[in-house]
């Protein structure tokens, strides 16, 4: 069977990494997983400087999901190149990395830092640009496009991947965007704004009130926001949000997605990126298919 996907010009052995936040650096999850089984492992947040995040509380379990409001916590960029991504080119698997910014300059000043040193960089347009009054880039289609076009011209060889959010008015719209202006290919999707109350305490159940929701919950909504755009853009799509078992990474293969992020699973099951690569394994035995390729937006309708 032929398990190789491509992302651009990165070729992934399979079809399955992990969600950025969701993974730590790679090396938390060594105890529990080969990192050479994945086809790529995608790190949490990197920004310029370190961030310390959010107060406590940050994390709570909903029905079919989880709120999290980390607030980008991360070892910056210069820890990141000296001491983490060292140890991720041990292993035999692609590294992602996710980057965050506040203004177009510090995006590129990532991407600059990064391109070449990393298989592919993940752009995260969910972040407030501090120098427009906090406006989330992805809320503007002028900002969005200015912020994919400026970085795209520093990347010169790892991947870009723009992750998008459901969040914004119309991701297939923000999907066009993103391959109009260059992306190799788009993630989607990113949590969902959402927020808990302790109708005790009547207090908020995250210290900054609204977190982002993912888990299970938002599966049905990731895959037809996949299925949408793969029918608008000719770039591939890296599916998320609530993939638990191979039976819900296959959805997002056959609504169109190229490759798939696991997440929120691995809290749940830190084995959960190695049990699902194995069950697209079976489902393709048992279904004859010889190449993981032919069932990429293979929905019949």
């Excluded at 808990?196 to 210290?207: C, N, Q, V």
Aim: charged content about 20%; hydrophobic content about 40%.
């Amino acid at each position: 069977m032929n398990l190789e996907v491509s992302i651009g010009h990165m070729r992934m052995k399979n079809p399955v990494t992990t969600a950025s936040g969701t993974f730590g650096y790679g090396g938390e999850y060594a105890g529990f997983v080969d990192l050479n089984m994945l086809g790529a492992v995608t790190v949490k947040g990197i920004s310029l400087e370190p961030h310390r995040g959010n107060p406590p509380p940050r994390l709570y379990e909903t029905a079919c999901g989880m709120l999290n409001s980390i607030g980008l916590q991360n070892v910056g960029l210069e820890r990141f190149l000296k001491e983490k991504l060292p140890y991720l080119r041990r292993f035999d698997t692609k590294v992602i990395v996710n980057i965050l910014g506040g203004s177009i300059d510090e995006y590129c000043r990532l991407a600059s830092g990064l391109d070449g040193k990393v298989d592919a960089i993940e752009l995260n347009v969910s972040c407030p640009n501090v120098k427009r009054g906090g406006i989330i880039f992805s809320s503007n289609t002028h900002m969005l496009r200015s912020l994919i076009r400026e970085v795209r011209a520093v990347v010169k060889r790892s991947v870009l991947i723009v992750k998008l959010s459901p969040n914004s008015s119309d991701i297939v719209q923000h999907a066009r965007i993103s391959e109009a202006e260059g992306a190799d290919a788009v993630s989607m999707i990113n949590t969902i704004a959402a927020m808990a109350i302790d109708i005790h305490t009547r207090k908020p159940r995250l210290s900054n009130i609204i977190g982002g929701l993912s888990g299970p919950a938002i599966k049905p909504i990731g895959v037809r926001m996949v299925w949408e755009a793969h029918r608008s853009i000719g770039i591939p799509i890296v599916g998320m949000g609530g993939i638990m078992t191979a039976e819900d990474a296959i959805e997002y293969m056959l609504a169109g997605a190229r490759a798939v992020s696991v997440g929120t699973a691995n809290f749940v099951n830190p084995r959960a990126t190695m049990e699902i690569l194995e069950g697209i394994k079976s489902y393709m035995q048992t279904h004859g298919i010889d190449d993981i390729n032919k069932i990429i937006g293979g929905l019949i309708c």
